[in-house]
Antibody
Framework: QVQLVQSGAEVKKPGSSVKVSCQASGGTLNTYAITWVRQAPGQGLEWIGGIIPIFDTENYGQRFQGRVSITADDSTNTAYMELSSLRSEDTAVYYC???????????????WGQGTLVTVSS | EIVLTQSPGTLSLSPGERATLSCRASQSISRSYLAWYQQKPGQAPSLLIYGASSRATGIPDRFSGRGSGTDFTLTISRLEPEDFAVYYCQQYGSSPFTFGPGTKVDI
């Protein structure tokens, strides 16, 4: 059974960066898509972006372009999402998901991590 | 960007009843690249349906999806107590991938 375990809650100052990790067990990451979604308090789901390492492709939501980086480390089966220039509106639970690739750049979110709360506050 | 609209916002039903949830897209979704997710309070979302109508592994057959183009439906044939949750549709046919605002199914 695939499990994705994310790093713990973070509190950050406005203008700083946060890096959240997502380690897979019971399965690999490098032959799948790795994607991140966030959920602000009491709100719906918002897609941040994703990568497909074996196809060397990546795509991001427009509001995150230039501010987010998603990477993967095959040696530790761990994915990372780094978000910079944080502002209070970035306060949310951040989820990683492993995506089942249908064709390059198209994938659905098959397995999810437990979520990481990132709080941005001065 | 493809905008997804879900209706109703809230569906109040009882166990054993049938639930019909709608998801409408602002433009046609290629090859039915539409998924449905269930989210219970305090939990991560979980995949129910992909490709508009294919059930994910382990999903009971009371959940069914259908539709194509711009109109999609998730049906829960007989609600079980554990089905009361928020349901999101999501398209993955065109970047940026987008989610609908969700339908809450409650008692």
């Amino acid at each position: 059974q695939v499990q994705l375990v994310q790093s713990g809650a973070e509190v950050k100052k406005p203008g700083s960066s946060v890096k959240v990790s997502c380690q897979a067990s019971g399965g690999t990451l490098n032959t799948y898509a790795i994607t991140w979604v966030r959920q602000a308090p009491g709100q719906g789901l918002e897609w941040i972006g994703g990568i497909i390492p074996i196809f060397d492709t990546e795509n991001y939501g427009q509001r995150f372009q230039g501010r987010v980086s998603i990477t993967a480390d095959d040696s530790t089966n761990t994915a990372y999402m780094e978000l910079s220039s944080l502002r209070s509106e970035d306060t949310a639970v951040y989820y990683c998901a492993r995506g089942r690739v249908v064709i390059p750049a198209k994938y659905y979110f098959e397995y999810w991590g437990q979520g990481t709360l990132v709080t941005v506050s001065s | 960007e493809i905008v997804l609209t879900q209706s109703p916002g809230t569906l109040s039903l009882s166990p054993g009843e049938r639930a019909t949830l709608s998801c409408r897209a602002s433009q046609s979704i290629s090859r039915s690249y539409l998924a449905w997710y269930q989210q219970k309070p305090g939990q991560a979302p979980s995949l129910l349906i992909y490709g508009a109508s294919s059930r994910a592994t382990g999903i009971p057959d009371r959940f069914s999806g259908r539709g194509s183009g711009t109109d999609f439906t998730l049906t829960i044939s007989r609600l079980e107590p554990e089905d009361f949750a928020v349901y999101y549709c999501q398209q993955y046919g065109s970047s940026p991938f987008t989610f609908g605002p969700g339908t809450k199914v409650d008692i």
